[in-house]
């Protein structure tokens, strides 16, 4: 019995059309669309809601703004469901229904459980060669004009307490700590095999709860370039990126979101097993990034926000 992935996320957010706008630029399909909400899917079917923030029902919100106010993690199957009912049927905000169940996290989060609604795809990736590997031989590394994101791969927030959220996600739905700033932060996967991290959670000193990011997977660092500079001719603005994590090794690229904080492209992460051992980091900026283009790449140009335009004559043209 595991949590497999995220399967929803929703954002409770006050200009609709602009969210419908980004989102749609960003690579997903608009599969929904009403007067106070608008659902997007990925490739595999996760699900992308944005709400008004006056929808009825809507989950509270950790912070003011546009934010993320739910996150729905998939799970095998109806049995899977019920042991993880008796599992939280204690915790604040418990709640079963329509084929969910939830409760509140320590940080104010409402979370839900539901047997998975993603679907199986094939996805063609890029093959890699290296000194004493050659996995493409006779073929061109891929090139991407955008990207279309895969999935929904993981989750980061500001947290009042990180101990007890980690004990919170580890103690009723089963995730493993992969990686931690002692005391401050902590990398945990769904899973003891799987890939780095589906949700990291950050303690600040001023312990208030609030959205860092959210996380689409795609299928390898071709595309989270090419989907950045689309991103970018759209006129969107890059947070930070494109770069490369030391700690989760994924190649990333972070953008403001207009419906709360920032959402990143990433590929590539560790993938870990239960014979992992949790290392320790002192956060710092060489520990978040092994290097990073700070404003982006400008997707006409293709260079960097703040260097000049190439020339129009090729370098073998010029005197």
Known sequence: MSVLGIDEVTYGADDLPTCRRFFLDWGLALVAEETDQLVFETLNGCRVIVAATTRAGLPPAME?????????WGVQSEADLAQYTESIRWQPGFTVGAGRIGCTDPNGLSVRLQVTRKRAIDVQSADYNTWNRKDRVNRASPA????TPIEVGHVVFFV???AAC???YVQHFGFAASDRYPGRGAFLRCAPDGGHHDIFLL????????LNHVAFTVRDIHEVFGGGMH???CGWETQLGPGRHP?????FWYFRNPAGALVEYYADE?????DWEPREFEPGPTVFAEWAIEGGIDGNTRRQKSAEAPKGQFITDRK
Do not use: H, M, W
């Not at 991407?144 to 990207?147: K, P, V």
């Not at 700690?247 to 190649?251: N, P, Q, R, T």
């Open 203 to 210: 303690q600040r000193p001023a312990g208030d709860s609030a």
């Open 231 to 233: 991103i970018s001719r």
């Open 160 to 162: 009042k307490d990180v």
């Open 64 to 72: 003011s703004g546009p934010t993320l106010r739910e996150v729905v």
């Open 144 to 147: 991407y004009e955008r990207a």
């Open 247 to 251: 700690i989760s090794s994924a190649y």
């Open 166 to 168: 980690e004990r919170f």
């Open 270 to 274: 560790d993938q870990l097993t239960a």
